[in-house]
């Protein structure tokens, strides 16, 4: 079955850089999730898009922004970056009628 | 979405039933139980969920005490790779509500 695919799986960055990460739900699902789970800490919830529309919105830095294009998938871009950015970040999919979310891989982002 | 209270730790033995806690005292009537794991470093993945009878699917049980103030995730036969981070999250059901995760009780099977 389809999963959730991010890309890349791993990102190096220099402070200050610029980062896009990049989210393919599953097919049909038409919700997408951003979490950011940094060394040792539970996955910290930073935005949500429906219908390419922001749903929700958590601890997400001003520094960062995101968007759901029209095939779904959805971009997070990471400006500004600072050594605490450094975690790795999840993209989770669901479509309407289900109850759970999937995940995917993630992408490990350290910065330098 | 109400708070819930896991063990930290647990340790269980490979083959034997793991048995997971989960308080969830205030929870309200249009709240939902589900379970979430995490393997190390993998993306949490989800269990499965309830409102108020017990469940069961191919990788776990369910169990929800009839006031629904707690309840417990069963793996039957642990093995190995059930060794993970297990989250016990209440939330109301509309559409699109994100997953408040942690903190968990870290499972550790042992052979």
């Known amino acids: 079955a389809a999963g959730v695919i991010q890309s890349p799986r791993h990102l190096i960055k220099e402070k200050r850089e610029t980062a896009t990460l990049k989210c393919y739900p599953i097919?049909?699902?038409?919700?997408v999730y951003w979490y950011q789970q940094g060394p040792g800490q539970d996955p910290q919830f930073l935005i949500s898009?429906?219908?390419?529309?922001?749903?929700d919105k958590g601890s997400i830095p001003d520094r960062f922004s995101a968007q759901q294009f029209s095939d779904y998938h959805s971009e997070l871009n990471m400006s500004s970056l600072e050594l605490g950015d450094s975690a790795l970040y999840f993209c989770?999919?669901?479509?309407?009628?289900?109850?759970?979310?999937?995940f995917g891989s993630g992408t490990r982002l350290t910065v330098v | 979405d109400a708070k819930t209270t896991q063990p930290t730790s647990m340790d269980c033995a490979e083959g034997r039933a793991a048995n997971l806690p989960c308080n969830h005292s205030?929870?309200?009537?249009?709240?939902?139980v589900y379970w979430y794991r995490q393997i190390h470093s993998q993306g949490p993945q989800y269990i499965i969920h309830?409102?108020?009878n017990n469940e069961t699917n191919e990788m776990a049980s369910l169990i929800i005490t009839e006031d629904r103030k707690s309840s417990t995730l069963i793996l039957p036969h642990a093995t190995l790779r059930d060794t993970a981070v297990y989250y016990c999250?209440?939330?109301?059901?509309?559409?699109?509500?994100?997953?408040?995760f942690g903190p968990g009780t870290r499972l550790s099977v042992l052979p």
């Open positions: 898009f429906y219908e390419k529309m922001q749903s």
């Open positions: 989770a999919s669901s479509r309407k009628e289900n109850y759970g979310y999937t």
């Open positions: 205030t929870i309200s009537g249009n709240e939902y």
């Open positions: 309830g409102l108020k």
């Open positions: 999250i209440v939330r109301v059901l509309p559409y699109g509500q994100n997953f408040v």
């Open positions: 097919p049909r699902h038409d919700t």
